[in-house]
């Protein structure tokens, strides 16, 4: 039996099958692709999918509500692409914390160019894991970026060269830290450097090489008393409180600001460790100085281009009321 994406709201079939399609492209923690998807009767229901937290890299579920806004903010930006409003509504149900968003595609409106531009973008955005090429990346890219970022409830501090000399220790310890951690090294190797027949995780062939540990970042901020080169940008994406809400909204401020980098052919990829150690996230935030909780640490700069990384089937992202024989 053939499983088929039913009609919602004025999206015909192939419309939603399209956007829910494009929603699985986001990023999301070690690939692991944590949403499932359901029809609302007029709208798309966005679901975290707990089967798939990481008990030692994730245990309070932040990045997966992170990845989770990342898939709801393409969601929306599909749905505009084609011509209508993605009424939105966050966390619509206590009762079901699981349930993240629902997405009703209303009135048919002329597509925005800006958002029709990120549309674009959403098939070419790629987590680039390896060295960027020496190119200088203008300070204007910092201005879009912030903005893109506010536009979703969402802050952008950057690091200058002190900031990136203290950050570099940092990532170091932390990432000593997960390493002395047998728990986090299994579970580390069970979402990294896998075959090329899987459909999630990270394929040995998106990082090129380059050592699952990202011990490789820290070469890229210089030796000791060097600051980042100039041809890198290190931002963070920040909420002025932790609480769910605010991780779903700086999710989607992720995504926006990936497809605006994206669009400017800028590369990206995540400075994982100063914040999934809890006592380096907190030292992060001492160091930015600017009362933000981090909830995404990136680097940005001009890469090469990288394959694909693998997606489940849609089939396996729908929950059952969703599908039609």
């Known amino acids: 039996m053939t499983l ?46 707990p089967r798939r937290i990481l008990p030692v890299t994730d245990p309070d579920g932040r990045e997966l509500v992170l990845s989770c806004g990342a898939a709801l903010f393409t969601l929306r930006t599909a ?70 970022t506010e536009l979703e409830h969402a802050w952008m501090p950057s690091l200058d060269a002190e900031q990136c000399r203290h950050l570099r220790d940092l990532t170091a310890r932390a990432r000593g830290d997960q390493l002395a951690d047998p728990a986090f090294v299994a579970e580390l190797g069970r979402w990294t450097q896998l075959g090329a027949g899987t459909r999630d995780g ?36 920040g909420s002025l409180t932790d609480e769910r809400l605010d991780r779903l909204q700086a999710g989607q401020a992720l995504q926006r600001a990936l497809l605006t980098a994206t669009s400017a052919g800028l590369a990206a990829s995540f400075i994982s460790p100063p914040i999934r150690v809890p006592s380096a996230r907190a030292e992060l935030r001492r160091l930015l100085g600017c009362g933000v909780w981090p909830q995404v640490l990136l680097r940005l700069g001009y890469g090469l281009p990288l394959p694909w990384t693998p997606r489940r089937p849609l089939e396996d992202v729908l929950l059952e009321t969703f599908v039609s024989a």
Not at 116 to 133: C, E, G, K, Q, V
Not at 204 to 214: I, L, Q
């Open 79 to 148: 749905i505009h692409a084609l011509g209508f409003h993605p009424a939105t509504t966050l966390l619509p149900s206590r009762a079901d914390p699981d349930l993240l968003a629902v997405v009703r595609p209303l009135a048919e409106r002329t597509p925005d160019p800006k958002i029709a531009r990120l549309a674009r973008a959403i098939p070419r955005r790629r987590t680039n894991r390896r060295p960027f090429r020496p190119a200088a990346v203008p300070r204007s890219a910092l201005t879009t970026l912030r903005h893109a």
């Open 4 to 49: 088929q994406v039913t009609r919602v709201g004025r999206l015909n079939s192939d419309q939603v099958n399209s956007v829910l399609r494009s929603a699985m492209l986001a990023p999301s923690t070690h690939n692991t692709q944590p949403w499932l998807f359901r029809c609302a009767g007029t709208g798309i229901e966005l679901h975290a999918d």
């Open 202 to 237: 990270v394929p040995s062939y998106a990082t090129a090489g380059a050592p699952a540990d990202e011990s490789w970042l820290l070469q890229e901020f210089g030796g000791p008393g060097e600051g980042t080169r100039p041809d890198r940008l290190v931002v963070v994406i």
